[in-house]
Structures are given as structure tokens and as C-alpha cells.
């Protein structure tokens, strides 16, 4: 069973930077895409970013230009670099990895951005 933890929330002011990591663990092979959904009170889990095997990356509409994610050399951990964050940043942020077509998530992490 591949698990999945992610780590680095918390709570930052307005303007302010959080670095999110995500570790992918246990029997598995390649993790084709990577990447971080979030979920504010009340509303949908929604993309923040996508990070896939080959290089391409695919970010949300409302974080673009501002949230960078990458992945290390193992390809499995991604880092989700949040600059410039506002107050609707705040919400869980869920770690994704998909292995042989499976979907697995992480626990969560809260990452509150306050004024």
C-alpha cells in the first residue's frame, strides 16, 4: 500500500510564504503525477497543482503565478512553494500521488493565512 504524508502548514500573514511537503512511500513503482489539492471550509477539494513524471506541471487558476511546486530527483516527494498568500489560500491542502492508476491521499495539512 503506497502512503502518502505530507507536512508544513501552518499559519502565515497575508503576503507571506509556506513551503508544503509531500513524501510517497512502500511497494511501488513509478508515481506518474504528484500533486496538491486543497479544501477550504464549505467548499469543494479543488486543484492547487500537478507535478507529472515527465516534467510538465498544471496549476489552478487562482494560484497561478503565485505557487510553485517541483519534485526531487527521486520523483517521490513534491514541494508546494507558496508565495504572495491571501486569505483564500487558507484551507486543507491534500497530497495526491497515483500509482498504477490509483489515487492516493495524505492526511492533510492546515495552512491558515490571516490578516
Known amino acids: 500500500q503506497v502512503q502518502v504524508v505530507e507536512s508544513g502548514g501552518g499559519e502565515v500573514q497575508a503576503g507571506g510564504s509556506l513551503r508544503l511537503s509531500c513524501t510517497a512511500s512502500?511497494?511501488?513503482?513509478?508515481?506518474?503525477?504528484m500533486g496538491w489539492y486543497r479544501q477550504a471550509p464549505g467548499k469543494q477539494r479543488e486543484l492547487a497543482a500537478d507535478s507529472f513524471l515527465g516534467g510538465r506541471t498544471n496549476y489552478g487558476d487562482s494560484v497561478k503565478g503565485r505557487f510553485t511546486i517541483t519534485r526531487d530527483n527521486a520523483k517521490t516527494t513534491v514541494y508546494l512553494q507558496m508565495d504572495n498568500l491571501k486569505l483564500e489560500d487558507t484551507a486543507v491542502y491534500y497530497c495526491r500521488a497515483v500509482h498504477v492508476g490509483q489515487p492516493y491521499w495524505g492526511q492533510g495539512t492546515q495552512v491558515t493565512v490571516s490578516s
Open positions: 512502500g511497494p511501488m513503482y513509478s508515481l506518474p503525477l
